[in-house]
């Protein structure tokens, strides 16, 4: 008989669902489920990616020293205290495994981000859900729940699958009110749709207990590549660069998410399009009857009645072959997350919920 057992807290932990791409028996289906960029990446990210070919051979960077120049310039940082992972959620795990173990606790908040809970308790921390406000973040709500076992937490803005964000005020006055021994830490994930946002920068240069998270995932459509960055306190970086696997990002991840950063036309022409889409799909859904929180992110939160009500919804979209995501895991039981597609995409959304509203009239 083997005694074989994992590390406490690994048992507790729901794998991590990504977005359905098929429909069983429906051909040609609109993927909308992963927030991805539905215009893909930039030809210029496509074009380095290409010359990556030539040198696959070679082992990529290890200090990422070109990619984190280039961040430092276009953001205004100071690349020392830059690190990169594969994806953000590479740099979420590297919080949790420094800084979160057993008898930790580690903040999120009502709706968010699953990655945060998976991590945590990956590493034997216990994971904290904190109520929002109406699907918002709720700062007065986090303080309370906050003692001398907090080590991290963790607030999307905007966050997913809400799609809403806290302003910066509330973020400095958390920041501030935390316990000493605390990390907060501001997932930026989506910071790239919010015109003039610095995705929590100036709150890293201002406090001694921010980090703040980055990705190449959603604007810049890199999804696949799995390139995000994290920026925080020099001695917070230091740390963990030390548990960063040495070659934790490729040579094609590195040169083609610097190509992606250069092009701004690019991500200028998607954040553009996808706030252009985004009303219109906001305001097609309401005139249906389905209602949506103002989403400053890539994506909409469908509101319906009750729960019945979402899922018919969804399996209706689903025939349809519009793939959406349910959120039920996030405590969102009568809602369903729509990704901000192309015009084409949101057109055969809108329609398709509009029928389907139509028939329950
Ligand atoms: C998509 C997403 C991420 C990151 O993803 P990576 O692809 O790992 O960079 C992080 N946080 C939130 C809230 C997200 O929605």
Same mark, same amino acid.
């Given at each position: 008989?083997?005694?074989?057992?994992?590390?406490?807290?690994?048992?507790?932990? =729901?794998? *991590?669902?990504?977005? !359905?791409?098929? @429909?069983?028996?429906?051909?040609?289906?609109?993927?909308?489920?992963? /927030?991805?960029?539905?215009?893909?990446?930039?030809?210029?990210?496509?074009?380095?990616?290409?010359?990556?070919?030539?040198?696959?051979?070679?082992?990529?960077?290890?200090?990422?020293?070109?990619?984190?120049?280039?961040?430092?310039?276009?953001?205004?940082?100071?690349?020392?205290?830059?690190?990169?992972?594969?994806?953000?959620?590479?740099?979420?795990?590297?919080?949790?495994?420094? +800084?979160?173990?057993?008898?930790?606790?580690?903040?999120?908040? &009502?709706?968010?981000?699953?990655?945060?809970?998976?991590?945590?308790?990956?590493?034997? !921390?216990?994971?904290?859900?904190?109520?929002?406000? &109406?699907?918002?973040?709720?700062?007065?709500?986090?303080?309370?729940?906050?003692?001398?076992?907090?080590?991290?937490?963790?607030?999307?803005?905007?966050? /997913?699958?809400?799609?809403?964000?806290?302003?910066?005020?509330?973020?400095?006055?958390?920041?501030?009110?935390?316990?000493?021994?605390?990390?907060? @830490?501001?997932?930026?994930?989506?910071?790239?749709?919010?015109?003039? *946002?610095? #995705?929590?920068? %100036?709150?890293?240069?201002?406090?001694?207990?921010?980090?703040?998270?980055?990705?190449?995932? =959603?604007? $810049? #459509?890199?999804?696949?590549?799995? @390139?995000?960055?994290? $920026?925080?306190?020099?001695?917070?970086?230091?740390?963990?660069?030390?548990?960063?696997?040495?070659?934790?990002?490729?040579?094609?991840?590195?040169?083609?998410?610097?190509?992606?950063?250069?092009?701004?036309?690019?991500?200028?022409?998607?954040? %553009?399009?996808?706030?252009?889409?985004?009303?219109?799909?906001?305001?097609?859904?309401?005139?249906?009857?389905?209602?949506?929180?103002?989403?400053?992110?890539?994506?909409?939160?469908?509101?319906? %009645?009750?729960? !019945? &009500? !979402?899922?018919?919804?969804? &399996?209706?979209? /689903?025939?349809?072959?519009?793939?959406?995501?349910?959120?039920?895991? $996030?405590?969102?039981?009568?809602?369903?997350?729509?990704?901000?597609?192309?015009?084409?995409?949101?057109?055969? @959304?809108?329609?398709?919920?509009?029928? +389907?509203?139509?028939?329950?009239?």
């Amino acid at each position: 008989m083997t005694k074989i057992t994992p590390q406490p807290g690994i048992m507790q932990i =729901k794998p *991590y669902q990504g977005g !359905a791409a098929h @429909v069983e028996g429906v051909a040609n289906v609109i993927k909308l489920s992963s /927030n991805e960029n539905p215009l893909g990446a930039s030809d210029a990210a496509k074009s380095a990616f290409e010359k990556a070919a030539f040198s696959l051979h070679r082992y990529p960077s290890s200090d990422h020293l070109a990619l984190r120049m280039a961040l430092a310039k276009a953001h205004g940082l100071d690349a020392s205290r830059i690190i990169c992972g594969a994806g953000s959620d590479e740099i979420i795990a590297f919080l949790c495994q420094a +800084f979160a173990g057993p008898g930790d606790e580690v903040i999120h908040t &009502e709706h968010g981000f699953a990655m945060y809970r998976i991590s945590a308790l990956a590493n034997g !921390a216990t994971p904290v859900e904190v109520p929002e406000r &109406e699907r918002v973040t709720d700062v007065d709500a986090i303080l309370a729940a906050c003692n001398k076992r907090t080590k991290l937490v963790f607030i999307a803005n905007p966050n /997913n699958p809400t799609g809403t964000m806290i302003c910066e005020a509330d973020l400095a006055r958390l920041a501030k009110n935390l316990p000493g021994q605390a990390l907060l @830490v501001i997932d930026g994930a989506y910071a790239e749709y919010v015109e003039g *946002y610095d #995705g929590g920068a %100036a709150l890293v240069e201002a406090h001694d207990n921010v980090v703040m998270t980055r990705t190449f995932s =959603k604007l $810049y #459509g890199l999804g696949g590549l799995r @390139v995000g960055w994290g $920026y925080g306190p020099a001695n917070v970086i230091d740390i963990l660069n030390r548990i960063r696997g040495p070659f934790n990002l490729s040579h094609a991840a590195l040169i083609t998410a610097e190509a992606a950063l250069h092009d701004t036309d690019w991500v200028d022409k998607c954040r %553009a399009e996808n706030a252009r889409l985004r009303t219109w799909l906001a305001e097609a859904l309401a005139g249906h009857g389905v209602i949506s929180d103002t989403s400053l992110a890539n994506f909409i939160l469908a509101r319906f %009645a009750d729960r !019945a &009500e !979402a899922e018919a919804c969804f &399996e209706h979209l /689903n025939a349809e072959g519009l793939i959406v995501r349910p959120v039920a895991g $996030y405590n969102l039981p009568n809602c369903l997350r729509i990704t901000i597609g192309d015009e084409p995409a949101c057109r055969r @959304v809108a329609h398709a919920v509009g029928a +389907f509203m139509e028939g329950r009239a």
